[in-house]
């Protein structure tokens, strides 16, 4: 006699029940999405989340904008320079330490701002989803996210 009743059993390794896979492919997805949108304004995502971080306050640091992506200051600077040559950014040394770079937006890439405001629309249109279904996810990935970065 065959018991249909049984629950199917949980795999934990399966691909589909992994939660960093399902992050990982929304990513790149997203990234993709982004694309197309970002080639209009002549960046790359990466250059795109720095110039956020410098629309939102100018003046800051490699260091502090390092710290405000979650990644290596070694691996922004490449990054900077191509906006300095793009000359949305200025880069320059700090007067009371040499080593500390401090990153500031030209007019142009302050310009850039006012063209970058279409994008948000675009992704949430293609995320067919609400605004504030977005925003509660938001939330759930910067808990989640906090939960991580506390973990290590």
């Given amino acids: 006699m ?3 009743s049984k629950a199917p059993v949980y795999d934990e390794l399966l691909l589909d029940n992994q939660v960093c896979f399902a ?4 990513s790149l997805l ?3 999405v982004y694309k197309p949108l970002l080639q ?3 960046l790359t995502y990466p250059q795109y989340l720095a110039m956020l971080v410098l629309w939102e306050q100018d003046g800051l640091t490699v ?3 390092s710290h405000r992506l979650l990644t290596d200051p070694g691996s922004l600077t490449p990054l900077l320079k191509r906006l300095e040559a793009e ?3 200025k880069r320059t040394r700090s007067r009371e330490d040499e080593r500390v770079v401090i990153v500031q937006l030209t007019a142009q ?3 850039l701002q006012a063209q970058a405001r279409s994008i948000p629309p675009c992704i949430l249109g293609a995320s067919g989803h609400s605004l504030e279904r977005l925003q509660r996810l938001q ?3 910067l808990a989640l996210r906090d939960n991580l970065q506390n973990s290590l």
């Fill in 2 to 4: 065959n018991d249909t």
């Fill in 23 to 26: 992050l990982h492919s929304t």
């Fill in 30 to 32: 997203m990234t993709k």
């Fill in 40 to 42: 209009a304004l002549g």
């Fill in 63 to 65: 260091g502090e904008i």
């Fill in 87 to 89: 000359g949305l950014l």
């Fill in 109 to 111: 890439g302050r310009a």
């Fill in 139 to 141: 939330a759930e990935l």
